[in-house]
Each structure stands twice: as C-alpha cells, then as structure tokens.
C-alpha cells in the first residue's frame, strides 16, 4: 500500500510540475506575443513616419532653388515696372518680359509656390514682416497698407514673408497736430 500511495503521490507531484510548467510556458508565450505585438506596431508607424518623411523631403526638395530664384523674380519685376513708366504697354519688349514673367510664376506654380496676398490683408505674423507702421485713418489697426517685399508661400509653407507697412490708429499727440491742420482748435 505504501507503494500505492507513493506512486499517487509521485504522480499528483508531476501533475503539479507539468500544471506549473504549462502555466510558465503560457505565460512566457503570452509575454512574447505582447512583445511581438508591440515590435510589430513600432515597425508599421516606423514606416508610417518614414512614408511621411520622405514625402515631405520630395515636396520641399527644390526650396533652397525656389528661394534663390525670387530674388531673380524680383529682379525681373522691378524692371518691368520700370519698363511700364517708360514704354507704352503694347511695346514689345514690355510684352516679351511679360510674358517671360509670367511664365516663371507659371512654371514655380507647379511646384507649389503661390504668392502671399498682402495689402489690405490683416497682419499675420506667420506670413508678413512689419517693417514699418504708419498712422491711418481710413483702415483698423494691424492692416497692411503697402507691400514692399512680395512674400512667398512653397506648398502651404511661407518660404519667404511679405515685407509690409502696417497701419496703426494715430496717438493723442498725433491727433491734436492732425486737428490743428484741419484748422479746428482743441
């Protein structure tokens, strides 16, 4: 009997080693199908942000070019507004460089450069410089009333700012010398 019971007892202990074991091996599994889980999810948003990266290293690729092309674009408007002082506008060296600057703006279009809508516009700092501010009456505060630098954006992104003069509303002491030019007293 003791044979019996040793055997019984022998068995029951290797239940509970096997019992243990498999609760060990499902734990084990469990913990590394966790892990597998999460190194599978860092390697997807790892691609998702590479993806994403190298889109956007495409879509500004050509900026360093784009800027050092405006300063040739301004360039190219200066002349044409001085061409349209000194020429008629059917002129045809005014109509060629015209249509060459047109053209250009055509082609940096494409790429995704858009000209900044300055005057008349409220100052927005992502988008406009102030460079100066001059007193005015007939806009509010904060407005721009003259662009002196065009400014760009590159696919939505401002590559360059407006350079602006900024309206702001006339202080007393402004005030009272523009009252004593209108012939009012104070």
Do not use: W
């Amino acid at each position: 009997m003791g044979k019996k019971k040793d055997k019984k007892t022998d068995q029951q202990q290797t239940d509970a080693r096997a019992s243990q074991d498999a609760a060990a091996t499902e734990d084990q599994s469990s913990d590394l199908l966790a892990r597998l889980q999460r190194v599978t999810a860092d390697y997807l948003n790892y691609q998702k942000r590479a993806a994403r990266d190298m889109a956007q290293a495409r879509q500004f690729a050509n900026d360093d070019i784009i800027k050092s092309l405006l300063g040739v674009l301004d360039d190219m408007e200066r002349g044409l507004e001085a061409a349209r002082e000194n020429h008629s506008e059917d002129d045809p060296l005014l109509v060629g460089m015209t249509m060459v600057h047109d053209k250009m703006l055509q082609t940096l279009g494409t790429f995704g450069l858009e000209p900044i809508s300055a005057e008349g516009e409220p100052f927005d700092p992502d988008m406009h410089a102030a460079v100066m501010q001059e007193p005015c009456e007939d806009y509010p505060s904060q407005t721009v009333l003259r662009e002196l630098q065009k400014g760009y954006r590159l696919s939505g992104r401002t590559i360059r700012p407006s350079s602006v003069v900024v309206s702001m509303q006339a202080g007393p002491a402004e005030q009272e010398d523009e009252d004593a030019e209108d012939g009012e007293s104070v």
